[in-house]
C-alpha cells in the first residue's frame, strides 16, 4: 500500500481520502490513485489492490457511483462519483479525522508535569 518508510495512516483512512479526491472531480481507479500521491506530495501510494475493494465497499454502501466513460487517451474506463450520501459521509469523516488529528496533536505536545 505504501512504501517501505511511510507510516500505514493510509489503512485507516483510504475511504476519507478517496471521498475527498472524488468530490473534485469524477475520476477513475488509476487517476484516485496517482491525485491522491500528488496531494499527499507523495507520502500516500495506493496500491490498486487495496483501492479497488476499497471502492467496491464504498460502491456497495452507496457512496459512490461508477459508469463508464472515454478517457483523455481515447480508451474506456470505470469513472468513480460521489453520490449525495457519499458527500455527506465525507463531511462526516472530515469533522471525526479533525477531532481525531487534534487529539492525537494534544497527546503528543503533552510534557510532564503540564497538569
Do not use: C
Not at 457511483?65 to 478517457?71: A, D, G, L, P, Y
Not at 460521489?82 to 503533552?110: D, F, I
Amino acid at each position: 500500500m505504501m512504501s517501505t518508510d511511510r507510516s500505514d495512516l493510509l489503512q485507516g483512512t483510504l475511504e476519507l481520502l478517496v471521498l475527498k479526491t472524488l468530490s473534485l472531480e469524477p475520476m477513475h481507479g488509476w487517476g484516485i490513485a496517482q491525485r491522491i500521491e500528488q496531494m499527499s506530495s507523495g507520502i500516500f501510494e495506493v496500491s490498486q489492490g487495496s483501492l479497488y475493494p476499497a471502492l467496491q465497499r464504498m460502491k456497495n454502501r452507496g457512496l459512490i457511483k461508477s459508469e463508464w466513460r472515454v478517457t483523455k487517451n481515447n480508451r474506456r474506463a470505470r469513472y468513480y462519483l460521489l453520490t449525495p450520501a457519499g458527500h455527506r459521509q465525507l463531511q462526516a469523516e472530515s469533522r471525526a479525522w479533525e477531532r481525531s488529528s487534534g487529539a492525537v496533536n494534544q497527546v503528543l505536545g503533552w510534557e510532564r508535569g503540564s497538569a
